[in-house]
DNA sequence: TTTCCGAAAGCTGTACACAACTCGAAATGG
DNA sequence: CCATTTCGAGTTGTGTACAGCTTTCGGAAA
């Protein structure tokens, strides 16, 4: 009853390749020798979850803003594949709140106002603290490293602010954190509101100071990497729930203005 | 900037009709009068809501029993319509982790074992105080009847239990609670999670007493219609925690045996 | 000049036929 | 008689054409 066993709660998410998308088993998908106790892995999910991922970065990276009307043709024939497929991809991305496809008009990236979006902020700070409550998982080796490189990365990015390095960074992070949860429908949950914030975040950092932005982010990665290297996955959530927090009354009092 | 104000985040979920399901409005769909500015009100949409909503409580009322096969085909023509329509509903099911598909083989009613549910209902106890915590909603008029009616149903059906109509009580009395949080998040993360978890406690009541748990229900619902008679959101919430977490612990002591 | 009407273009939603895949049963060779 | 293979029925996944809806642009009338 390893890993496997809850897969069927998990099976509502597409499979997780992280940011990177470097691209897993190849040889497996390609001789045909998936392992057919997991429904997740068949030729035809792992299209439909790379897609996911692919379309979700273009949204939430602002390669689509908010607004941009998408074309089901054209996105088809830049994948090689046809509507039917495709609209698959579209209507997850629109269960999660990023997009909305009106007959007649289009399928338009969403974009939130400042004031519902507090509610999902409340909601992500509470749930940052269950992260620390519910199942905190004791970090491997192999989490301890990666938040390291995280934050190697980070203090590179705050000798050097660039705004998409910076949003990059941002959800690399997020995913490192989730590792120390075991509770996968938390995650799940905190992944799918962590995904409709963060563009409109990224939207509005042109109205903050990047550099103080990129400061506060990398303070925020040494101080969870501090904890995660403890093992005191509760104070990295407390810290976490704080920065976010912050980051949301930043917003409110310099970027939620008339933008533009 | 009312109700339809944060549409776009609840964009998510099909339109709630309530477990009763009766029919809206009709006229405004058959006129083709309906509101331009939301989104969600249009003749294909409605239809999508609804056949959401009535498979999920198919499948949540155990008409469709863990492990089903449902025939796409069949359900196309039994609901006058073709099978790409059908798909999407099957899709959001998925998403929800009551279906799973599986090329070649069929669409399956998924069955959770009690060991991954128990993350599931650790999370709903959390929310469940959330509900109490973030944006309580002073009860108006309305849901303070809706409250009572359904203490006095509880009560009726204490004194003849009937498994379905116990489901059908838990169920919307759940949908009554949701209106005390003024969240949109959060109610509807809670009302999935909710969807996941009471087929399978509807499935091992074989094993419980049926008699009592009606009893405790009824209790519940009590306790709950006076608290929201109060106006005290954060004690009807707390009730209902505690209800979440014995109703988990007396599932593990009696139902989870090796059913069957 | 302004306003209103209508046709055309473009989009999503739907229906249907076919491809890809799984599983089981029947046939075949040992 | 048993093991192996092959074929077929049945299912989901995909491609494609068309229907329904919305917007826009052009032209005619006031």
Redesign the pocket.
């Known amino acids: 009853m390893g890993r496997t066993a809850n897969c069927l709660i998990a099976a509502a998410r597409p499979r997780n390749l992280g940011p990177g998308g470097h691209g897993g088993t190849p040889e497996a998908e390609r001789h045909?020798i998936?392992n057919?106790k997991d429904p997740q892995t068949?030729?035809?999910?792992e299209?439909?979850a790379l897609l996911c991922d692919t379309l979700r970065d273009r949204i939430c990276l602002l390669d689509y803003p908010p607004g941009t009307?998408?074309?089901?043709?054209?996105l088809?024939s830049e994948f090689?594949?046809?509507?039917?497929?495709?609209?698959?991809v579209?209507g997850w991305l629109e269960s999660q709140g990023l997009l909305v496809?009106?007959?007649?008009?289009?399928?338009i990236v969403t974009d939130v106002e400042l004031e519902e979006l507090a509610q999902v902020y409340q909601l992500r700070m509470e749930l940052a603290d269950l992260i620390g409550k519910l199942s905190p998982l004791p970090p491997d080796a192999e989490t301890v490293a990666l938040m390291r490189s995280l934050r190697q990365r980070g203090q590179k990015l705050a000798a050097e602010p660039d705004t998409r390095s910076f949003a990059r960074l941002n959800i690399e992070f997020f995913h490192a954190l989730m590792r120390c949860s075991g509770n996968a429908p938390l995650r799940e949950i905190s992944e799918r509101l962590y995904y409709q914030t963060t563009r409109i975040w990224l939207k509005s950092i042109s109205h903050l100071d990047l550099a103080e932005e990129v400061a506060i982010f990398a303070d925020e990665i040494n101080d969870v990497c501090t904890a995660v290297e403890l093992g005191d996955i509760m104070a990295a959530a407390s810290i976490r729930r704080a920065h976010i927090s912050m980051s949301f009354w930043r917003l409110g009092q310099n970027g939620g203005g008339p933008a533009e």
Do not use: F
Not at 101 to 107: D, E, F, H
């Open positions: 045909g998936s057919p068949s030729p035809a999910r299209r439909y009307r998408l074309s089901e043709e054209a088809a090689g594949i046809s509507r039917t497929p495709l609209r698959r579209l496809s009106v007959q007649g008009v289009g399928t």
